[in-house]
């Protein structure tokens, strides 16, 4: 199965964000940031079932080597990304959105 995606308005600006705060580290990682988002984006294509639900709909995909969670629905035409946000952060930030 294979599924495009879309992506609610804010985000590439959640993305944007959290590449600029890791590019600020004495160790720059906003690099590694992107790519690590880009993986999940290319497992949720393939296999966007792959996620447990974890709030009504809602399922997560984690970041490999980062705090950060992609939180997602899955339809039966498309996966929609409601939000990339870090783990810690407040849930409510993201469930308006689905």
Avoid: N
Avoid at 18 to 36: I, S, T
Avoid at 55 to 60: A, M
Avoid at 69 to 79: L, S, T
Wanted: net charge negative; glycine share 2%.
């Amino acid at each position: 199965m294979s599924l495009p995606l879309i992506f609610h308005p804010d985000v590439q600006d959640e993305i944007d964000e959290a590449y600029r705060w890791h590019e600020q580290l004495r160790v720059p990682r906003g690099d590694d940031f992107l790519m690590a988002i880009d993986e999940v984006y290319r497992r949720l294509e393939q296999m966007p079932l792959i996620h447990q639900v974890i709030w009504q709909d809602v399922r997560r995909a984690l970041l490999r080597k980062f705090s950060y969670g992609v939180f997602y629905c899955v339809y039966a035409d498309r996966v929609e990304v409601i939000a990339v946000q870090h783990t810690s952060r407040d849930p409510a930030r993201w469930q308006s959105r689905a």
